[in-house]
């Protein structure tokens, strides 16, 4: 397993929002200045139960410019509604624009996206992984948030694993299928058929 990121808590607020009244708390990477983000409500007291928690990495173009290319938006909104109702959990807001290769990348890839190749191919032709990112700094982020079990709101089989793969229990998968639309219905397709993410095939 790689080396944990060495990222340390800096700081945390409330912060109301229009689903809900929320706790926000940041994490930065002392050598990089990277920062990333813990989204939650009902964590006062260490739980004693299984938390709901989303890994959910930044969009730029889905999350704050409601992009209809992706689902990651829907998604966002969806989990923060879905927190907000139960009166627990998290949102493990990750700063890997792009699925890690960064806002240019991505951009760089919608391009090759328009001229009809997939998600996954047009990263490959810019000679970047289909999937860049990584999970180590979770672990950080949940200890301090004293979350021992998980039950990880996602459709993605990797995120699981890569929680396993911490030591993190994860006790439920739940789904999330939500934001699917005709534009991104190809991109929501590769995911399932290239990617393994668990969509069901009604969904397209």
Same mark, same amino acid.
């Given at each position: 397993? !790689? +080396?944990?990121?060495?990222?340390?808590?800096?700081?945390?607020? +409330?912060?109301? $929002?229009?689903?809900? &009244?929320?706790?926000?708390?940041?994490?930065? &990477?002392?050598?990089?200045?990277?920062?990333?983000?813990?989204?939650?409500?009902?964590?006062?007291?260490?739980?004693?139960e299984p938390v709901l928690v989303r890994?959910?990495?930044?969009?730029?173009?889905?999350? =704050?410019?409601?992009?209809?290319?992706?689902?990651?938006?829907?998604?966002?909104?969806?989990?923060?509604?879905?927190?907000?109702? =139960?009166?627990?959990?998290?949102? %493990?807001?990750? @700063?890997?624009?792009?699925?890690?290769?960064?806002?240019?990348?991505?951009?760089? =890839?919608? =391009?090759?996206?328009?001229? #009809?190749?997939? $998600?996954?191919?047009?990263?490959?032709?810019?000679?970047?992984?289909?999937?860049?990112?990584?999970?180590?700094?979770?672990?950080?982020?949940?200890?301090? %948030?004293?979350?021992?079990?998980? /039950?990880?709101?996602?459709?993605?089989?990797?995120?699981?694993?890569?929680?396993?793969?911490?030591?993190? !229990?994860?006790?439920? @998968?739940? *789904?999330?299928?939500? #934001? %699917?639309? *005709? /534009?991104?219905?190809?991109y929501l397709k590769t995911k399932h058929?290239?990617?393994?993410?668990?969509?069901?095939?009604? !969904?397209?």
């Open positions: 397993m !790689d +080396q944990l990121v060495p990222i340390e808590f800096v700081a945390t607020s +409330q912060l109301p $929002t229009a689903f809900g &009244d929320f706790k926000v708390s940041v994490f930065q &990477d002392p050598q990089t200045g990277e920062e990333h983000v813990a989204l939650s409500k009902g964590l006062e007291n260490a739980p004693t890994l959910h990495s930044e969009c730029l173009t889905g999350d =704050a410019f409601g992009s209809l290319k992706c689902d990651c938006g829907p998604q966002l909104q969806n989990t923060m509604k879905m927190i907000n109702a =139960a009166g627990q959990g998290v949102i %493990l807001y990750l @700063r890997q624009e792009g699925r890690g290769i960064g806002l240019t990348n991505k951009i760089r =890839a919608y =391009a090759l996206q328009d001229q #009809g190749h997939d $998600t996954v191919d047009a990263n490959l032709l810019l000679n970047l992984p289909a999937d860049a990112r990584r999970y180590d700094m979770c672990s950080i982020m949940l200890q301090h %948030l004293k979350i021992k079990q998980v /039950k990880l709101i996602t459709n993605n089989p990797l995120k699981i694993k890569a929680l396993q793969d911490l030591n993190i !229990d994860v006790v439920e @998968r739940v *789904p999330l299928t939500v #934001g %699917l639309n *005709p /534009k991104n219905a190809d058929e290239r990617m393994s993410h668990m969509y069901e095939k009604d !969904d397209f």
